[in-house]
């Protein structure tokens, strides 16, 4: 591990220690919480591991800190992820994207779009859409202007073979969802539906839930989230 890293990594260490006894949580019990191993955890606490852009924010939100808490100088998740703010979403699914935000991961999604400035009209043109590149073949397009509040309307992509992610998602809220182009299985509680162009859904986020593109073609769709909490 580089020199610059190794400091850094002893001082996300104390920090992650200290909040965690503030905190009085057991390694296991944070553990749980951050859905990472104890193991990694303590290898971290000890600054001989440097964790993942995924783990800091997981860590974070376990417990309910801002991710500017664990580093020094600059303040800024910026220092971790020096190149483009996509390097965090790349890292997730998108189930883990929207666990984020629900778990209060402040701003996650909004740094995630703003990688194109907000429109000064209520109009969002198709090449200038601000776009979430996740990790395995998904993709969010904003389709309004700015973000808002307590709700996010979306267009989708999933390449051929891409999944919300491995685990079922389940979070406060409603989805409706349109399909444009393709195909989208989507597993709902104890059901399983095929989607294909035209056809709509609509479903509480709270059953547990998972999307899935099973077909050789990509699949484009508008997607509406309303959340029932103004931090999700």
């Not at 509480?204 to 931090?231: E, F, M, Y």
Request: aromatic letters at 6%.
């Amino acid at each position: 591990m580089p020199e610059t890293d190794l400091q850094q990594a002893c001082v996300i260490g104390e920090k992650l220690r200290a909040m965690r006894k503030k905190r009085k949580m057991s390694l296991r019990e944070l553990a749980g919480r951050a859905n990472v191993s104890a193991s990694m955890l303590s290898q971290v606490e000890t600054g001989k591991a440097y964790p993942s852009v995924r783990s800091i924010y997981s860590m974070a939100a376990a417990l309910a800190v801002p991710v500017d808490y664990f580093f020094p100088g600059q303040e800024s998740v910026s220092s971790v992820v020096p190149e483009s703010p996509s390097n965090v979403a790349s890292e997730m699914t998108a189930s883990e994207m929207r666990e984020a935000g629900v778990n209060q991961v402040t701003g996650l999604a909004s740094k995630e779009f703003a990688l194109h400035p907000p429109s000064p009209t209520p109009i969002v043109h198709a090449g200038a859409r601000p776009t979430i590149e996740l990790k395995g073949g998904v993709k969010w397009s904003r389709l309004t202007a700015m973000a808002e509040s307590g709700a996010e309307f979306l267009e989708i992509t999933y390449a051929p073979g891409a999944a919300s992610g491995v685990h079922w998602s389940l979070h406060p809220g409603r989805e409706f969802g349109l399909i444009l182009e393709g195909e989208l299985i989507v597993e709902l509680g104890f059901e399983v539906y095929l989607l294909r162009s035209g056809d709509s859904i609509v479903f509480d986020s709270t059953t547990p839930h998972r999307l899935t593109n099973q077909s050789t073609k990509p699949l484009r769709a508008l997607w509406i989230v309303l959340n029932q909490r103004s931090n999700a």
